[in-house]
């Protein structure tokens, strides 16, 4: 069946710090990818998402592209901030209509 | 409205009583979907609306459990006989269109303990 498979958290960096956030997908065709976050407190929102095989989606600094090859779509961000502290759930559209969500992965952005 | 609106925001139901979720989704939006999150883990799929049927409802988990959306706006997702392991914070959805490449809008969602 379709599944998504995230790193596990807590991820914690220091401000201004590189982040990657795998995401690794198994699905029939070639779905649309999005990522979520979820503030804390709130609810989940679109932060960006790909259409088609080699599309980068980008969004407050953050990006992820779309690898058929590897049915990747690794988040990525050059510089966090304490303001990017959250949990971020990677979600493929599997073709029924529906998001299938990974587990989430937590970041924590220390200053 | 502006965005998707749940209600109630919390609610606490002792075992065995039946609870009523709400959800406004954004006007004009055709799709609606119920998700349920479980602490700590990411939101699982209940079942899905265009307009007002019910396309999907392979993921809900028990016929305890019934999504209607009578006039394909407002829609109810409906609890019986609550046990704890329904706890969670169910989440609804919205979006223009149900073919992949739209996001969609949640709404804050309902946290429901069951005690």
């Known amino acids: 069946g379709n599944s998504v498979t995230q790193m596990e958290g807590p991820v914690t960096l220091s401000e201004e710090a590189f982040l990657t956030i795998n995401c690794t997908y198994t699905?029939?065709?070639?779905?649309?990818l999005f990522w979520y976050v979820q503030y804390p407190g709130e609810g989940l929102q679109l932060l960006l998402k790909a259409t088609k095989a080699d599309d980068k989606g980008s969004n407050k600094g953050f990006e992820a592209t779309y690898r058929k090859e590897t049915t990747s779509f690794h988040l990525e961000k050059g510089s966090v901030q304490v303001s990017d502290s959250a949990v971020y759930f990677c979600?493929?559209?599997?073709?029924?209509?529906?998001?299938?969500f990974g587990s989430g992965t937590r970041l924590q952005v220390q200053p | 409205g502006a965005g998707v609106s749940q209600s109630p925001r919390y609610k606490v139901a002792k075992r065995g009583q039946d609870v009523a979720l709400r959800c406004d989704p954004i006007?004009?939006?055709?799709?609606l979907f119920w998700y349920q999150q479980a602490l700590g883990q990411g939101p699982e799929f209940l079942t899905y609306?265009?307009?007002?049927?019910?396309?999907?409802k392979s993921g809900l988990p028990s016929d305890r459990f019934f999504a209607e959306r009578p006039e394909g706006s407002v829609s109810t997702l409906k609890i019986q006989r609550t046990q704890q392991e329904d706890s969670a914070v169910y989440l609804c959805?919205?979006?223009?269109?149900?073919?992949?490449?739209?996001?969609?809008?949640f709404g804050s969602g309902t946290r429901l303990t069951v005690v």
């Open positions: 979600a493929p559209d599997t073709g029924r209509r529906a998001l299938t």
């Open positions: 006007s004009g939006h055709v799709s």
């Open positions: 959805a919205s979006s223009l269109a149900g073919q992949g490449g739209y996001g969609y809008t």
């Open positions: 609306f265009q307009n007002e049927a019910q396309l999907d």
């Open positions: 699905a029939t065709g070639y779905p649309s």
